[in-house]
């Protein structure tokens, strides 16, 4: 058992530090953002599952704007062109499958 807290910090863009947890077949992520910070778009073989825990992240999925507040999520499939604006501060879970290799250090 483990926190992800306790992993080390991966930079995935200026203001976003992610966590990660990796199983056989999918990969775990603690993402906090500070508000202001881009994640340009880009778009993976994983498909990911997001999830809100704090605050707002405004989303473009596949051309679609999304806004995303605590207690929400969004599916995204394999290959969708995806990015994201944090409007406030954000704690967000994402998981992927198959594992994110390029995330493990």
């Given at each position: 058992?483990?926190?992800?807290?306790?992993?080390?910090?991966?930079?995935?863009?200026?203001?976003?530090?992610?966590?990660?947890?990796?199983?056989?077949?999918?990969?775990?992520?603690?993402?906090?953002?500070?508000?202001?910070?881009?994640?340009?778009?880009?778009?993976?073989?994983?498909?990911?599952?997001?999830?809100?825990?704090?605050?707002?992240?405004?989303?473009?999925?596949d051309?679609?704007?999304?806004?995303?507040?605590?207690?929400?999520?969004?599916?995204?499939?394999?290959?969708?062109?995806?990015?994201?604006v944090?409007?406030?501060?954000?704690?967000?879970?994402?998981?992927?499958?198959?594992?994110?290799?390029?995330?493990?250090?």
């Open positions: 058992m483990q926190h992800l807290k306790d992993l080390q910090p991966k930079d995935l863009a200026p203001g976003l530090t992610g966590y990660y947890a990796h199983g056989t077949n999918m990969t775990l992520g603690l993402v906090e953002i500070k508000a202001g910070s881009n994640l340009p778009q880009h778009h993976h073989l994983h498909e990911q599952i997001t999830y809100i825990l704090e605050g707002q992240l405004d989303m473009t999925i051309g679609k704007e999304c806004k995303l507040t605590a207690g929400m999520y969004y599916v995204i499939p394999s290959n969708v062109l995806h990015g994201a944090a409007v406030t501060d954000c704690k967000v879970i994402d998981v992927f499958n198959p594992v994110r290799e390029d995330y493990k250090l």
